[in-house]
T-cell receptor
Framework: DADVTQTPRNRITKTGKRIMLECSQTKGHDRMYWYRQDPGLGLRLIYYSFDVKDINKGEISDGYSVSRQAQAKFSLSLESAIPNQTALYFC??????????????FGPGTRLTVL | AQSVAQPEDQVNVAEGNPLTVKCTYSVSGNPYLFWYVQYPNRGLQFLLKYITGDNLVKGSYGFEAEFNKSQTSFHLKKPSALVSDSALYFCAVNTGGFKTIFGAGTRLFVKA
């Protein structure tokens, strides 16, 4: 969905390096999410944000941090990357109604490889 | 623990034949169920969702899904498959709040 963009699309880095993945959206949604996708495991939630002032940990937040710079921007950081963080990372947004029934809109993903 | 199962890693079907991608769930409380599709090098795209009401839900691209509470299933179906339907399909469930649980995905391969 072109309304949700992610940069970079691909990144190869080394163990111990700090990495930032960026997400921008033009949908005007307050809610934003970061997921990682691993083969055979589906998507797992890393962090989510209700609005600029509200950030929450998901099920696998260890080793990650986030920043919500504005309504439209939500960044994911790996402070010290490790090989098992190699995965496909997705940003998503959702409409501002009932969160449990909201449709989520996904960016194209960032493929991160940690050597 | 709440979970979503997609019992088939891959489904193969010939173009023009009906297709079914299976999903079962285990949750406490009322389930809100979703199907998303992922094409190569793309993010997930919403197909359809069940919130309440009619158990048969119609969605994008001719897909539909039937909510079966007694069997705790939400199988995705299409009467006539297209080669362009080949993709990775994810079932997901939410029971309230901000956490949506995704299945592991089923790869659909439609042969011409």
């Amino acid at each position: 969905d072109a309304d949700v963009t992610q940069t970079p699309r691909n990144r190869i880095t080394k163990t111990g390096k700090r990495i930032m993945l960026e997400c921008s959206q033009t949908k005007g949604h307050d809610r934003m999410y970061w997921y990682r996708q691993d083969p055979g495991l589906g998507l797992r939630l890393i962090y989510y944000s209700f609005d600029v002032k509200d950030i929450n940990k998901g099920e696998i937040s260890d080793g990650y941090s986030v920043s919500r710079q504005a309504q439209a921007k939500f960044s994911l950081s790996l402070e010290s990357a490790i090989p098992n963080q190699t995965a496909l990372y997705f940003c998503a947004t959702s409409e501002d109604r009932v969160p449990s029934t909201d449709t989520q809109y996904f960016g194209p993903g960032t493929r991160l490889t940690v050597l | 623990a709440q979970s979503v199962a997609q019992p088939e890693d891959q489904v193969n079907v010939a173009e023009g034949n009906p297709l079914t991608v299976k999903c079962t769930y285990s949750v406490s409380g009322n389930p809100y169920l979703f199907w998303y599709v992922q094409y190569p090098n793309r993010g997930l795209q919403f197909l359809l969702k069940y919130i309440t009401g009619d158990n048969l839900v119609k969605g994008s691209y001719g897909f539909e899904a039937e909510f079966n509470k007694s069997q705790t299933s939400f199988h995705l179906k299409k009467p006539s498959a297209l080669v362009s339907d080949s993709a990775l399909y994810f079932c997901a469930v939410n029971t309230g709040g901000f956490k949506t649980i995704f299945g592991a995905g089923t790869r659909l391969f439609v042969k011409a």
